[in-house]
């Protein structure tokens, strides 16, 4: 646990993104405020766990992100509220964003497409893999 930001750092009307725990004891954030803030999070069991708020009450109210995507929670009210995104990171919610981009590139034709996937002749030697890339002669 490493305290990053502390509560007598944080005015009205700030906004956090929390992105850096990612596992249980690993906080960045001191409890007061999250205290103060309104949470919004992508997964709240994941996030109870491995978020910014494993430090509070289990029952402590956050609100989903996907339910202020549809309109049936309210995001930021007003400016002097305080809000804070606990992002633990959702696959789903990658994949979907990525997905998304490269739909939206395809029907510009305004792309290339790059291999980015390795195919390793011995696929428990990655290591090795890079060292005989690297003595590869530049093309």
Known sequence: CATILT???VGSGVHINAVGGDCPGKTELHRDILL???IFVEFPSQTRIEG???QLDPNHP???LWQVITA???????????TLFDSV???IEDFSALRYVRDQLQATGLYEELDLLA???????LFG??????MQPAA
């Open 62 to 64: 956050v609100t989903e």
């Open 72 to 82: 049936k929670a309210q995001g930021r009210r007003d400016a002097k509220q305080i």
């Open 7 to 9: 509560d007598n750092m």
């Open 36 to 38: 103060r803030s309104d």
């Open 119 to 125: 195919d390793p002749d011995e696929p428990r030697d």
């Open 52 to 54: 910014e708020i494993q």
């Open 129 to 134: 893999m890079l060292l005989r890339a690297a």
């Open 89 to 91: 990171g959702f696959a």
